[in-house]
């Protein structure tokens, strides 16, 4: 049973895993097969629980990183001795159930494409070596994008091309058309910033954006200098897997709230639902909160964090100025009160992914100016937190961990952190990662203790 303690503070927290359909997977690697969630919702229908934490993370490949980071988060919560005093205090008994969600979501692939990798994307020398590791980048990508014939013959011609020129004047028509099947392929679409994660895009023309691309020679979506016609690939990786974070919180993370919830209306308990979610895990939780068409949560979560959110600025918003009369995908949540304590986001300029990579992917040049109260077409929720009209947002500060926030029922707070979330762990995503800190954990219970 994937049962995790972080070792410094003994905490333990469970571990969902699922496949990229959101099938729950059974190959534990504590070596205990067998479905997790219905033991877990028998754990909480028989134990004293008083408040449960569900938590997803963002763009991570494997379980090991999954747990990494969870352990690093949870960590940082047990660290706020001073929140759960007061949460023993408010909250009697205070019991929480921790239930990490951990899905594929690696949209960039850096470790296949890291230096000392058998494919080069320099030269036109493509040995038999490179050519079997070429077959594992089209088995990768084809897991991220779209795994059918049509996809893995246009992935081929694509990896072939970049192998023999990685950043050629303009695209082969081959390759253009390579790119167009893949897009296809994929199902993604093209409905501008009100669309879902994922179709929340201009229509794609490989072509444009590859000059595009050409054109900013600083644009990076990975960590190595890989080329701009494999950054084009990335490209549609990154939209894939805002896809499968929305799909994945509209169906597995929000079938297992109901089900937890469902568990806890039968004891008759007082207990409470808080959801936590950082980079692509921001869409799975809003996912999750809105729910697919015509279903809706049992009832309203007492909390929601979302840290450094990779998704739209206008997601909760009731009218995007870029796209007016439409709301943003997310709008529901806000609408139906499905939070009935605070939403807190988190943002940070240090944040490479979300400032830079984010807008990047959506061939935002990075020149453009916008008049003092704008905000992009394209931005990322923890760059600019959560804007638009009908969205009743408070901007802060973060504050260090004893000094305590005055959160209001019904709002949506914007944290600048920049002072706390700075630690630059990559070039391309710089502190994007660097969210388990006192302060910011401290930011989450003040949430959940409203």
Request: glycine share 8%.
């Given at each position: 049973?994937?049962?995790?303690?972080?070792?410094?503070?003994?905490?333990?927290?469970?571990?969902?895993?699922?496949?990229?359909t959101?099938?729950?997977?059974?190959?534990?690697?504590?070596?205990?097969?067998?479905?997790?969630?219905p033991?877990?919702?028998?754990?909480?229908?028989k134990?004293?629980?008083?408040?449960?934490?569900?938590?997803?993370?963002?763009?991570?490949?494997?379980?090991?990183?999954?747990?990494?980071?969870?352990?690093?988060?949870?960590?940082?919560?047990?660290?706020?001795?001073?929140?759960?005093?007061?949460?023993?205090?408010?909250?009697?008994?205070?019991?929480?159930?921790?239930?990490?969600?951990?899905?594929p979501?690696?949209?960039?692939?850096?470790e296949?494409?890291?230096?000392?990798?058998?494919?080069?994307?320099?030269?036109?020398?493509?040995?038999?070596?490179?050519?079997?590791?070429t077959?594992t980048?089209i088995?990768?990508?084809?897991?991220?994008?779209?795994?059918?014939?049509?996809?893995?013959?246009?992935?081929?011609?694509?990896?072939?091309?970049?192998?023999?020129?990685?950043?050629p004047?303009?695209?082969?028509?081959?390759?253009?058309q390579?790119?167009?099947?893949?897009?296809?392929?994929?199902?993604?679409?093209?409905?501008?910033?009100s669309a879902?994660?994922?179709?929340?895009?201009e229509?794609?023309?490989p072509e444009?954006?590859?000059?595009?691309?050409?054109?900013?020679?600083?644009?990076?979506?990975?960590?190595?200098?890989?080329?701009?016609?494999?950054?084009l690939?990335?490209?549609?990786?990154?939209?894939?897997?805002?896809?499968?974070?929305?799909?994945?919180?509209?169906?597995?993370?929000?079938?297992?709230?109901?089900?937890?919830?469902?568990?806890?209306?039968?004891?008759?308990?007082?207990?409470?639902?808080?959801?936590m979610?950082?980079?692509?895990?921001?869409?799975?939780?809003?996912?999750?909160?809105?729910?697919?068409?015509?279903?809706?949560?049992?009832?309203?979560?007492?909390?929601?964090?979302?840290?450094?959110?990779?998704?739209?600025?206008?997601?909760?918003?009731?009218?995007?100025?870029y796209?007016?009369?439409?709301?943003?995908y997310?709008?529901?949540?806000?609408?139906?009160?499905?939070?009935?304590?605070?939403?807190?986001?988190?943002?940070?300029?240090?944040?490479?992914a979300?400032?830079?990579a984010?807008?990047?992917?959506?061939?935002?040049?990075?020149?453009?100016?916008?008049?003092p109260?704008?905000?992009?077409?394209?931005?990322?929720?923890?760059?600019?937190?959560?804007?638009?009209?009908g969205?009743?947002a408070?901007?802060l500060?973060?504050?260090?961990?004893?000094?305590?926030?005055?959160?209001?029922?019904?709002?949506?707070?914007?944290?600048?952190?920049?002072?706390?979330?700075?630690?630059?762990?990559?070039?391309?995503?710089?502190?994007h990662n660097d969210?388990?800190?006192?302060?910011?954990?401290?930011?989450?219970?003040?949430?959940?203790l409203?």
């Amino acid at each position: 049973m994937p049962i995790k303690t972080v070792p410094e503070f003994r905490l333990p927290y469970y571990l969902v895993c699922v496949d990229a359909t959101g099938a729950e997977r059974t190959d534990d690697p504590d070596g205990i097969n067998g479905r997790l969630i219905p033991r877990l919702t028998e754990v909480l229908a028989k134990e004293p629980y008083t408040d449960v934490f569900l938590m997803s993370h963002g763009w991570m490949g494997d379980v090991p990183n999954a747990i990494r980071q969870y352990n690093r988060w949870v960590g940082a919560m047990a660290t706020c001795e001073v929140d759960i005093e007061r949460a023993t205090k408010v909250r009697t008994g205070f019991r929480p159930l921790l239930v990490g969600f951990h899905w594929p979501s690696l949209p960039y692939g850096d470790e296949e494409m890291c230096p000392g990798s058998a494919v080069s994307f320099s030269t036109s020398d493509l040995s038999a070596t490179a050519a079997l590791q070429t077959t594992t980048l089209i088995d990768a990508y084809s897991d991220r994008i779209a795994n059918t014939p049509a996809a893995r013959e246009a992935l081929e011609i694509i990896f072939s091309a970049a192998a023999a020129d990685a950043a050629p004047p303009e695209l082969p028509p081959e390759v253009t058309q390579a790119f167009g099947v893949l897009d296809r392929e994929a199902g993604l679409g093209s409905g501008g910033p009100s669309a879902a994660p994922g179709s929340d895009r201009e229509p794609f023309d490989p072509e444009a954006l590859y000059q595009s691309v050409l054109d900013d020679s600083e644009v990076t979506f990975g960590s190595f200098g890989i080329g701009p016609v494999i950054r084009l690939l990335q490209n549609l990786s990154f939209f894939k897997m805002k896809d499968r974070a929305r799909l994945l919180g509209e169906t597995s993370v929000h079938t297992l709230l109901a089900t937890l919830q469902g568990a806890v209306k039968e004891t008759g308990r007082d207990v409470r639902f808080h959801l936590m979610g950082h980079s692509f895990g921001c869409i799975v939780m809003s996912a999750t909160l809105a729910g697919p068409p015509g279903k809706a949560i049992a009832a309203p979560v007492n909390s929601a964090f979302l840290a450094q959110g990779a998704l739209s600025l206008w997601s909760y918003c009731s009218d995007i100025p870029y796209a007016k009369g439409s709301s943003g995908y997310f709008r529901s949540i806000i609408d139906a009160k499905r939070v009935s304590g605070a939403v807190v986001t988190t943002q940070s300029k240090h944040d490479t992914a979300v400032c830079k990579a984010y807008p990047a992917a959506c061939f935002v040049r990075r020149d453009v100016a916008f008049a003092p109260g704008e905000f992009p077409k394209y931005g990322a929720l923890g760059a600019f937190g959560a804007r638009g009209a009908g969205v009743e947002a408070v901007n802060l500060k973060m504050l260090d961990w004893d000094q305590p926030y005055a959160f209001d029922r019904g709002k949506i707070y914007n944290i600048e952190s920049s002072q706390y979330i700075a630690k630059m762990e990559s070039l391309s995503s710089g502190a994007h990662n660097d969210i388990a800190h006192r302060q910011v954990a401290h930011a989450m219970w003040s949430a959940v203790l409203l």
